[in-house]
């Protein structure tokens, strides 16, 4: 396991880690996978954008998804495509071994879905991963073709055809009682430390809030986790039915939160899924306030205060100008810890763009902090499944239907 991603949390939380020791053989690790799917059926979701199918990294996981025939169903959640691009996707995933299925979310017939549940006040109209993903789950679960939900991300440029069954081993395994796996690796890309939101803000700021609000359990859960904003997760389909998850930038955080909320910690697991991870890369802007990296720790942040609160935290413009001083100096302390590691692993670190990004995120804890002062109510929360189905109990029959007829559909593209 590396050390870049750490944790200082006490031993009661690291006994959910399984750690890689050996490179397992991948022929051995599929045929274990393809024995345990005899008993616990195994879906995998990939939530993509159109433009990520355009993309070298994309030909490289559906090449590796050829051999993983150990998973039955693929569901594909493909977000900002028309017509003509969403008939390209039907294209694209077509040799794929898998049952596979692909959610037009931009198409009518699940915009049609998507606006009755808004009749009902079921639904959030912001775009999004997590409202990919939960869209991706309801399908799963209306297909009733899995216990296992696997979920990756679509832009990892260090795929390995490995990667899912690494990921879902804890989850598919009838020997484990694990209800959930959160995937971790090194963010490292062309010699250079890559992962900044994680490494600079979400891991500083839980720190200085343990001391600014006191260690409390759930802060010291949040801590344990390697690499909290990991996209990679495994989860048992029963508990997907219940679960909310965020429609912003605080859907990792979030998810962990709900999980914390649900089931004991025992069973909740991280796994190490690979030596080097790459993907797509958001460029850090100084003055780009309201989108980027900018935008996505103030949804993180936002997220660990409503979570804080729902434990009695209170909170005041004076706790977040405390938080800010100490999220300050421990980012800085930690940058040095950074410094050294790249060094020893003969890697590349610019510290003064590292310094420059903590002080821009340092004032977005302000920002946030300010927003959730103004909204104390506000919620990004996407009603589970569960509370869905009670209040439209055919809604996974209109799901379902809508997907099996854009599949069907020969007319598509043709106005």
């Known amino acids: 396991s590396t050390p870049l991603?750490?944790?200082?949390?006490?031993?009661?939380?690291?006994?959910?880690?399984?750690?890689?020791?050996?490179?397992?053989?991948?022929?051995?690790?599929?045929?274990?996978?393809?024995?345990?799917?005899?008993?616990?059926?195994?879906?995998?979701?990939?939530?993509?954008?159109?433009?990520?199918l355009e993309t070298p990294a994309m030909t490289t996981i559906v090449e590796g998804l050829k051999q993983a025939t150990y998973i039955d169903q693929i569901v594909v959640g493909l977000d900002r495509a028309n017509a003509q691009q969403y008939l390209h996707a039907r294209e694209f995933f077509k040799d794929l071994p898998q049952h596979v299925r692909i959610l037009w979310n931009d198409g009518p017939r699940l915009r049609g879905v998507h606006d009755r549940l808004a009749e009902f006040d079921l639904a959030r109209y912001e775009p999004g991963k997590g409202r990919n993903v939960w869209y991706c789950m309801g399908y799963t679960l209306a297909s009733g073709r899995s216990s296992v939900i696997g979920i990756h991300d679509c832009d990892i440029a260090t795929y390995t055809p490995d990667l899912p069954a690494?990921?879902?081993?804890?989850?598919?395994?009838?020997?484990?009682?694990?209800?959930?796996?959160?995937?971790?690796y090194a963010r490292v890309a062309n010699g250079t430390l890559k992962g900044r939101v994680c490494r600079l803000f979400v891991t500083p700021l839980i720190r200085a809030l343990k001391q600014v609000v006191g260690k409390t359990d759930f802060l010291n859960y949040m801590d344990s986790f390697r690499y909290s904003l990991s996209g990679e997760i495994a989860i048992r389909t029963d508990v997907a039915y219940g679960?909310?998850?965020?429609?912003?930038?605080?859907?990792?955080?979030?998810?962990?939160?709900?999980?914390?909320?649900?089931?004991?910690?025992?069973?909740?697991?991280?796994v190490d899924i690979a030596d080097i991870y790459d993907h797509k890369h958001r460029d850090f802007?100084?003055?780009?306030?309201?989108?980027?990296?900018?935008?996505?720790?103030?949804?993180?942040?936002?997220?660990?205060?409503?979570?804080?609160?729902?434990?009695?935290?209170?909170?005041?413009?004076?706790?977040?100008?405390?938080?800010?001083?100490?999220?300050?100096?421990?980012?800085?302390?930690?940058?040095?810890q950074y410094r050294a590691d790249a060094?020893?692993?003969?890697?590349?670190?610019?510290?003064?763009?590292?310094?420059?990004?903590?002080?821009?995120?340092?004032?977005?804890?302000?920002?946030?902090?300010?927003?959730?002062?103004?909204?104390?109510?506000?919620s990004p929360f996407i009603p589970s499944w569960q509370r869905v189905e009670s209040a439209?109990?055919?809604?996974?029959?209109?799901?379902?239907?809508?997907?099996?007829?854009d599949l069907n559909d020969m007319d598509i593209g043709k106005s």
């Open 343 to 378: 060094m020893f692993n003969g890697l590349k670190i610019n510290r003064d763009e590292e310094e420059k990004c903590v002080e821009v995120l340092s004032e977005v804890i302000i920002s946030a902090g300010q927003h959730y002062l103004e909204n104390p109510l506000e």
């Open 392 to 405: 439209m109990g055919d809604i996974f029959e209109h799901l379902s239907a809508a997907v099996e007829d």
């Open 243 to 270: 679960l909310r998850v965020a429609s912003d930038w605080g859907l990792e955080v979030s998810m962990l939160s709900e999980m914390y909320r649900n089931h004991t910690v025992h069973r909740l697991a991280q």
């Open 166 to 184: 690494k990921l879902m081993y804890p989850i598919a395994n009838p020997a484990f009682n694990f209800a959930f796996a959160k995937g971790y």
């Open 285 to 336: 802007d100084p003055a780009e306030k309201d989108d980027g990296l900018s935008r996505m720790a103030s949804d993180i942040a936002k997220s660990l205060f409503r979570k804080l609160a729902t434990q009695g935290t209170i909170f005041s413009h004076e706790t977040f100008r405390t938080l800010k001083a100490t999220y300050y100096r421990m980012a800085l302390d930690l940058i040095e």
């Open 5 to 52: 991603y750490s944790s200082a949390a006490s031993d009661v939380y690291k006994r959910q880690t399984l750690h890689r020791i050996l490179d397992r053989n991948p022929e051995e690790l599929a045929y274990e996978m393809s024995a345990f799917a005899r008993q616990r059926r195994q879906t995998l979701i990939l939530p993509c954008l159109y433009s990520e």
